[in-house]
């Protein structure tokens, strides 16, 4: 089992910048890949970016590569989520996720253990 408790969220004028953190617990060790998703109100559960746990490889949706920025500190077993040039369209409750063994990224089935979620609110 893992636990995950997500900090950060608020509210930012468009173009502001936010960090989202993602604190693990239980049994990280096994934890395959690190992953941030986010939900707006009436939309679906959508993937945002992961992380390799161990190798440190970085995946991106389209709509925030080149803006956002995932990270992770192991020996804190905590994930980051660097939130920057942000728009209106990013308002949405943001999520942590993890699995031992993940074999499609984008999926939400595919992942066991969420957080609680954190609220970002990007308006002026």
């Known amino acids: 089992q893992v636990q995950l408790v997500e900090s950060g969220g608020g509210l930012v004028q468009p173009g502001g910048s936010l960090r989202l953190s993602c604190a693990a617990s239980g049994d990280t060790f096994k934890v395959s890949v690190m992953s941030w998703f986010r939900q707006a109100p009436g939309k679906e559960r959508e993937f945002v970016a992961a992380?390799?746990?161990?190798?440190?490889?970085?995946f991106y949706a389209d709509s925030v590569r080149g803006r956002f920025a995932i990270s992770r500190d192991n020996a804190q077993n905590t994930v980051y989520l660097q939130l920057n040039s942000l728009k209106p369209e990013d308002t949405a409750v943001y999520y942590c996720?993890?699995?031992?063994?993940?074999?499609?990224?984008?999926?939400?089935?595919?992942?066991?253990?969420w957080g609680q979620g954190t609220q970002v609110t990007v308006s002026s």
């Open positions: 996720a993890t699995d031992f063994r993940v074999t499609r990224l984008v999926t939400v089935t595919d992942y066991a253990f």
């Open positions: 992380i390799q746990w161990s190798g440190g490889g970085t």
